[in-house]
């Protein structure tokens, strides 16, 4: 496996000199989960990915009966130049804010027509962005599992990178997270650190002056190795 010693040079060498990071990896501008019912049975938190679903009918002897969440997230203010978009869920190692409703955890990626709302605690189930086409179908998604069992808040063992899928590239990319309508009951929830990596993020290229064959690769491999460098401009 190449290292990342390698990876600088290459990166080095792709890109002119007035951008020697051709290839970045930025976090979201906006993550805001929200309810189908109301009040919602996970409060809505901005920076908190919560997904979940319960197929029963609502109850009052039971909290969580009949509640759908789902999280918008966007990524705003894009350059004007940029290309080979690719969505990630990373995780460093010892990162333990995920919390489990059931497993195996299965989630949808939608892409949005419309933007996320300028202020976060004005969204709602019905005036969300809708879902407009499919972009990936997460299934399994890896867990800070710990011999076996997943209790209370595990850490992860190892930096885990969650390769979501390549997605076109806007200024303005939002996107909508939903259980998938074969779940009867599940669902996830993690938070997206400020002053870390953990969490959404958006790989992208700025520039082509590079070989096809080498932004392929550093494209490809720069996530691997630059998970401490996940910061916009790190």
Partial sequence: MLSTLLLLPLLAMCSPTSNPQFCKMVAPTFVQSFGKLSPAFVPPESGKTVVYKDSHEPSPNYQYYGHVIDTLIEFSNMPSSVYRCNLQIYFEKGFSDVYVYDKPVSFNVWSTAEAAPKDPSTLTW????????????????????INGELRGYPSYANDT??????????????????????????????????????????????????????????SDNFGKFEGRRYAEGG
């Fill in 161 to 218: 990178l969650i390769p979501i899928s390549a997605v076109d590239c806007h200024k303005t990319m939002t996107f909508r997270i939903s259980i998938p309508d074969g779940v009867a009951h599940g669902g996830v929830q993690f938070r997206q650190t400020t002053d870390g990596p953990d969490g959404w993020k958006l790989q992208y290229c700025a520039t082509r002056r590079c070989s096809t064959e080498e932004c392929q690769w550093a």
């Fill in 126 to 145: 019905d005036n969300a962005p809708k879902p407009m086409g499919l972009v990936a179908e997460v299934k399994d998604f890896p867990l800070p599992i």
